[in-house]
């Protein structure tokens, strides 16, 4: 009882404090909130009942019928051999005699899609990475051997091809992912928790969803479909059954589907199979640098909100250069896709060719403009000189490289093109003890003084103090009076 009366007293002193500061603001001519509110609108819903037997029995049935059978699932199989150091040990040697310890096989399962009649499969690479067998189960019980054909890390996509020996398998029809927009329905086929082929249904939730850290290349479709651990690989369709993304992870604190479900686009996955004939991914290239808008620096630019990437800098002799994009530019859109932030501009590059000729509308002293730029390859300059360092300085135990446009993009996690990136840093390093860096951290001093290329790195292997740059936050370590330590 007597917390029931705290919080109803509580209540009537907000009530009684409340009515106290309303009449305090209100006088004569002042215009109140209820005042400002418009209209309730009270238009009636028009509630209609279906009025033909096609109405009522609408399904997604045909859609799925025709979809599902180009869907696998995928089983893979991964042999951890044992230590053969304890077959040295006198002790185990005693009691086992000459048995060796039987290997482990530790298995894993899910989805893919197939995308060409001859047998190629897409899946997620973090589905078979590692593996030693594959197999490819296809919704109508055949099974067949697969090998791995090509994989990117970056994007998270394997491309596998099974020898179906002439038989005839399902073809996925793929459909156009920029196409894709907020509210559009989607259907989602997978092989959840290896209960066998599941079909789910939702919405496009979001679009162009970047900065997750789920993949380097930072673009996802966000659905709602329900999707979950053995949906990884599997499809994401449009109403059409037409494959739109490739499911790749999803975000959840228990485990299974919370409603937010993230598909790789199928644009990219189209640039992903053309790189399958070079073995290689390369994004096309501008040349420049930039930072999303800020409330701030938007209202410097001359815009009432903010939007667009602010260009930092401008690699000379690049396409970007060559364009007359200048630093101080700000980016709005890129061949009419808008540009929020660099992953929407690295995707926006990479899904498009080396030698397209795309157009670019900027913002420079509050004035609009529009430029064509042609995409480069991105260029190793200066090489990168991978170099570990040796002896017993801050920095012994790491391998430091040169970064470039060709490099930068090569390790992805959108690092800057220029600098000294760290590419490894070994287990007993004082790097790896004390903690203070991590590959892909960019090295900007030693003992104060600026880091440009491996050469300063060499030079003075005898440093005791280092500064640093992970992903926009700067660091410096070293040795103290008190030992070693840290200031950010």
Known sequence: MKTRYKIIGGTMLGLVTGAALALQGAGPGAKGVTASLPEMDTTPIVRVAPTGQGQVTASFAPVVKSAAPAVVNIYTAKVEKQNNALMNDPFYRQFFGGAQPQPRVQQSLGSGVIVAGDGYVVTNNHVVAGADQILVSLADRREFPAKLVFADARLDLALLKIETEGAQIPVIRMGDSDRAEVGDIT??????????????TGIVSAVARTGLGISDWQFFIQTDAAINPGNSGGALLDAQGRLIGINTAIFSRSGGSQGIGFAIPSKMLRVFLAAADTGKLVSGWIGLEGEPLTADSARLAGLDRPGGLLVTAVNPGSPAAKADIRTGDVLRTVDGKEVADGGQLRYSLATEGVGRTLEVVLLRAGQERTVRVTLAAPPETPPRQLTPITGQGILAGVTVANLSPAYAQELGAGLPEKGVVVVQILGGA????????????????????????VADVTSRLAATSIGFNRGGQRAECGLTNRGFACRS
């Open 430 to 453: 004082p790097a790896a003890r004390y903690g203070y860096l991590k590959p892909g951290d960019i090295i900007e001093t030693l003992n104060g003084q600026p880091v440009r290329t």
């Open 187 to 200: 259907i989602a086929i997978g092989n959840p928790f290896g209960v066998g082929q599941t079909v789910t």
